[in-house]
């Protein structure tokens, strides 16, 4: 598949676009916050649609969609889908600062205002001052955009739906994995409808651990409830905790999910470059000249689907013109399982325990062109938009969770870990050093599943001047600050470490890795034909930070708290023992262990790490190193005085 998009698109011709938004609905336009104005940007408006999409299958920007060929055409031979936009806009965009910042929903939801606004109110239909948090984005003059792209949501909660058509005809082994953590859970829903509920043309195997050898689950201990519904026998006997369930059955006609690259794609074409829809109904952006550039943000999930959406050659419309001239994928080391037959989009790659043997965490890994030591395939996620000329400004930014459940190290290093790589001169890599996955702004921690305490420290103040130093790199040409990340070279990636037994804090045994995966034959045209996959002898070979004597990472950006600690604070957690496959890595989880506050009490506990007060004269001294650390980050542009400004003074009021 890949190699076919990349000789389409190295082809592709610049004749009118014949795949396009067709027509808009607007269903809500009303004022955002009450008409709260927000600096000088001044009041924004609410406006929510659905827009309508036709794609020509035998377009070149459109033929690397996995059974797009197959799947029911208009009068025109076009196929047809539909999917829900939604914006935030200046009333008056002349006052905006020209640039879209469109965020990939997560899951149909949305998450900017509480990511990059702080806000604490979230909600999937943002309506009020406190959804707008700080009004950050509002005050730097941004349009932000969502759209439906994730077909198969359930519906309700204001997530963003999109329709895609099906392959009608198509029918596939496949499989789904069923992992809970509650113990309570009686019920497994599958991804697909499943062909028949005989059971005979059905597996059910389960594993306490990836390299365990599944044990086949008898007939007579599980059923088919419906055709997307499984249970354990006798009825009302729950899943075990922790255990990895795989059910291997027949499903037919699958959506054509890679609709969803195209689906934004086209949205923001339209909003960027068309005046209306094919019926005269106006773009709601087309002021003069209020548009001039596109910044495009996803975060974990949407990260991955950010650079798939790159990497397989969809940041260029029918008419050859940029889509995205800035990225800003955050704690997101793979790409996405989308655009394949009987795709799984919902689930992550590979991250430790479970979620086993998904495509999505495959090579290539870095953004410059790199060659396979095991296939010879040459790749990178920027090979096609390099040879296309329309590549964009990027800042990847990731957590340590994504060195220890996500390969991070393979997208700045050869595939075998020898050497550090060469990322292009349009890419940033940021490594938010002693952080976890969702950082302050994720999910509550996994009480009761995870053995640690999980880590809160908040590296939003990074992605704010991340957003800020990307946009001004778009629209200026004044480059971002310097790449941060470990290194082979200076000795800050490495193999593994040993760390001193803590008190309260279970150790990690090693990252994720990255074997290759025997997908079955038909991979490269984007089939999964083989259920289950099989890992391969071969591996790419995962690295991870040093750390100092205390458990913390050497290398990176390091936040304040981070580099003045008052704790081991790690991007690793691992399960508890009532959780089942105690040890393994721990779903997206970091760790945090306070320090000691006394000498006295971290010898009783027999901590090896100095306490506060053998570290800190007192706690004007430890505001005051923070302090300084602080400025720093700010004069070398990795913090706004804003933020840094609001770090001083969370610091000078700690209390210990």
């Given at each position: 598949m890949k190699a076919i998009a990349l000789a389409l698109l190295l082809t592709a011709t610049t004749s009118a676009a014949d795949a396009r938004v067709t027509r808009i609905e607007i269903s809500k336009r009303e004022p955002f916050a009450a008409g709260q104005a927000y600096g000088s940007t001044g009041a924004y408006e609410k406006i929510v649609g659905r827009y309508h999409g036709a794609l020509d299958p035998s377009h070149p920007l459109n033929a690397t969609i996995v059974d797009l060929d197959?799947?029911?055409?208009?009068?025109?031979?076009?196929?047809?889908?539909?999917?829900?936009?939604?914006?935030?806009?200046?009333?008056?965009?002349?006052?905006?600062?020209?640039?879209?910042?469109?965020?990939?929903?997560?899951?149909?939801?949305?998450?900017?205002?509480?990511?990059?606004?702080?806000?604490?109110?979230?909600?999937?239909?943002?309506?009020?001052?406190?959804?707008a948090g700080d009004g950050f984005l509002m005050r730097r003059g941004f349009t932000l955009v969502w759209n439906g792209w994730m077909p198969g949501l359930p519906g309700g909660n204001d997530l963003l739906q999109i329709t895609v058509p099906s392959a009608s005809g198509l029918a596939q082994t496949t499989w789904d994995e069923l992992l809970f953590n509650d113990g309570k859970t009686m019920q497994g829903r599958l991804t697909y409808k499943a062909a028949t509920t005989d059971q005979n043309e059905a597996k059910l195997i389960v594993r306490e651990r990836n390299n365990d050898t599944p044990v086949t689950v008898p007939a007579e201990q599980w059923e088919f409830v419906d055709a997307r519904t499984i249970r354990l026998l006798p009825a009302g006997t729950p899943f075990r905790v922790g255990m990895i369930y795989q059910l291997i059955y027949q499903a037919e006609n699958p959506p054509v999910n890679g609709v969803g690259f195209a689906s934004t794609r086209d949205l923001i074409s339209f909003l960027r470059y068309a005046k209306a829809d094919d019926a005269g109904t106006a773009n709601p952006l087309a002021a003069e000249n209020a548009i001039n550039r596109v910044i495009g943000h996803g975060n974990s999930q949407t990260g991955r689907y950010?650079?798939?959406?790159?990497?397989?050659?969809?940041?260029?419309?029918?008419?050859?013109?940029?889509?995205?001239?800035?990225?800003?994928?955050?704690?997101?080391?793979?790409?996405?399982?989308?655009?394949?037959?009987?795709?799984?989009?919902?689930?992550?790659?590979?991250?430790?325990?479970?979620?086993?043997?998904?495509?999505?965490?495959?090579?290539?890994?870095?953004?410059?062109?790199?060659?396979?030591?095991?296939?010879?395939?040459?790749?990178?996620?920027?090979?096609?938009c390099d040879a296309r000329g329309n590549c964009p400004k990027l800042i990847h930014t990731?957590?340590?969770?994504?060195?220890?459940?996500?390969?991070?190290?393979?997208?700045?290093?050869?595939?075998?870990?020898?050497?550090?790589?060469?990322p292009p001169g349009n890419v940033r890599i940021y490594h938010f050093a002693g952080t976890q996955h969702g950082g302050a702004d994720g999910s509550p921690g996994m009480q009761g599943v995870c053995a640690n305490p999980s880590n809160r420290t908040d590296y939003r103040p990074f992605l704010r001047a991340a957003l800020v130093n990307l946009d001004r790199w778009v629209k200026d040409g004044v480059a971002a600050p310097a790449s941060r990340y470990p290194r082979i070279a200076d000795g800050t990636l490495v193999e593994s470490f040993e760390m001193a037994a803590i008190p309260g804090m279970t150790p990690v045994k090693s990252p994720s890795q990255r074997p290759r995966i025997d997908f079955g034959s038909d991979f490269d045209k984007g089939i999964v034909s083989k259920a289950l996959p099989t890992e391969l002898k071969d591996a790419y070979h995962v690295l991870v930070p040093k750390i100092d004597a205390d458990g913390n990472e050497v290398a990176g950006l390091r936040l304040p708290e981070v580099v003045v600690p008052a704790g081991t604070a790690a991007g690793w957690n691992v399960r508890a023992p009532a959780a089942g496959a105690a040890g393994e890595l721990c779903y997206l989880e970091g760790s945090l262990v306070p320090f000691a506050k006394t000498k006295a009490e971290r010898e009783a506990k027999k901590d090896p790490r100095p306490s506060l007060e053998e570290r800190y004269k007192d706690r004007a001294d430890y505001a005051e190193r923070i302090k300084a650390a602080t400025a720093e980050l700010q004069r070398d542009g990795y913090l706004l005085e804003e933020d840094a400004t609001r770090i001083i003074a969370r610091a000078a009021s700690v209390a210990w």
């Amino acid at each position: 598949m890949k190699a076919i998009a990349l000789a389409l698109l190295l082809t592709a011709t610049t004749s009118a676009a014949d795949a396009r938004v067709t027509r808009i609905e607007i269903s809500k336009r009303e004022p955002f916050a009450a008409g709260q104005a927000y600096g000088s940007t001044g009041a924004y408006e609410k406006i929510v649609g659905r827009y309508h999409g036709a794609l020509d299958p035998s377009h070149p920007l459109n033929a690397t969609i996995v059974d797009l060929d197959k799947a029911p055409r208009n009068a025109q031979g076009q196929i047809e889908y539909t999917a829900d936009f939604y914006i935030l806009k200046p009333v008056d965009l002349a006052k905006g600062n020209g640039a879209i910042f469109y965020e990939a929903s997560n899951r149909g939801g949305k998450a900017i205002l509480a990511r990059f606004n702080n806000a604490t109110a979230r909600s999937n239909d943002p309506s009020t001052a406190e959804h707008a948090g700080d009004g950050f984005l509002m005050r730097r003059g941004f349009t932000l955009v969502w759209n439906g792209w994730m077909p198969g949501l359930p519906g309700g909660n204001d997530l963003l739906q999109i329709t895609v058509p099906s392959a009608s005809g198509l029918a596939q082994t496949t499989w789904d994995e069923l992992l809970f953590n509650d113990g309570k859970t009686m019920q497994g829903r599958l991804t697909y409808k499943a062909a028949t509920t005989d059971q005979n043309e059905a597996k059910l195997i389960v594993r306490e651990r990836n390299n365990d050898t599944p044990v086949t689950v008898p007939a007579e201990q599980w059923e088919f409830v419906d055709a997307r519904t499984i249970r354990l026998l006798p009825a009302g006997t729950p899943f075990r905790v922790g255990m990895i369930y795989q059910l291997i059955y027949q499903a037919e006609n699958p959506p054509v999910n890679g609709v969803g690259f195209a689906s934004t794609r086209d949205l923001i074409s339209f909003l960027r470059y068309a005046k209306a829809d094919d019926a005269g109904t106006a773009n709601p952006l087309a002021a003069e000249n209020a548009i001039n550039r596109v910044i495009g943000h996803g975060n974990s999930q949407t990260g991955r689907y950010l650079r798939d959406f790159i990497y397989s050659g969809f940041n260029e419309d029918e008419s050859n013109r940029i889509v995205l001239d800035g990225a800003l994928p955050n704690v997101a080391a793979g790409r996405i399982y989308l655009n394949y037959r009987f795709s799984q989009p919902n689930r992550i790659i590979p991250a430790g325990h479970g979620f086993m043997l998904l495509p999505g965490a495959t090579f290539p890994y870095a953004y410059e062109t790199q060659t396979d030591p095991y296939t010879g395939q040459s790749d990178g996620t920027f090979t096609r938009c390099d040879a296309r000329g329309n590549c964009p400004k990027l800042i990847h930014t990731v957590s340590s969770t994504e060195y220890w459940q996500g390969a991070h190290s393979l997208v700045t290093t050869d595939p075998l870990g020898k050497r550090d790589s060469t990322p292009p001169g349009n890419v940033r890599i940021y490594h938010f050093a002693g952080t976890q996955h969702g950082g302050a702004d994720g999910s509550p921690g996994m009480q009761g599943v995870c053995a640690n305490p999980s880590n809160r420290t908040d590296y939003r103040p990074f992605l704010r001047a991340a957003l800020v130093n990307l946009d001004r790199w778009v629209k200026d040409g004044v480059a971002a600050p310097a790449s941060r990340y470990p290194r082979i070279a200076d000795g800050t990636l490495v193999e593994s470490f040993e760390m001193a037994a803590i008190p309260g804090m279970t150790p990690v045994k090693s990252p994720s890795q990255r074997p290759r995966i025997d997908f079955g034959s038909d991979f490269d045209k984007g089939i999964v034909s083989k259920a289950l996959p099989t890992e391969l002898k071969d591996a790419y070979h995962v690295l991870v930070p040093k750390i100092d004597a205390d458990g913390n990472e050497v290398a990176g950006l390091r936040l304040p708290e981070v580099v003045v600690p008052a704790g081991t604070a790690a991007g690793w957690n691992v399960r508890a023992p009532a959780a089942g496959a105690a040890g393994e890595l721990c779903y997206l989880e970091g760790s945090l262990v306070p320090f000691a506050k006394t000498k006295a009490e971290r010898e009783a506990k027999k901590d090896p790490r100095p306490s506060l007060e053998e570290r800190y004269k007192d706690r004007a001294d430890y505001a005051e190193r923070i302090k300084a650390a602080t400025a720093e980050l700010q004069r070398d542009g990795y913090l706004l005085e804003e933020d840094a400004t609001r770090i001083i003074a969370r610091a000078a009021s700690v209390a210990w």
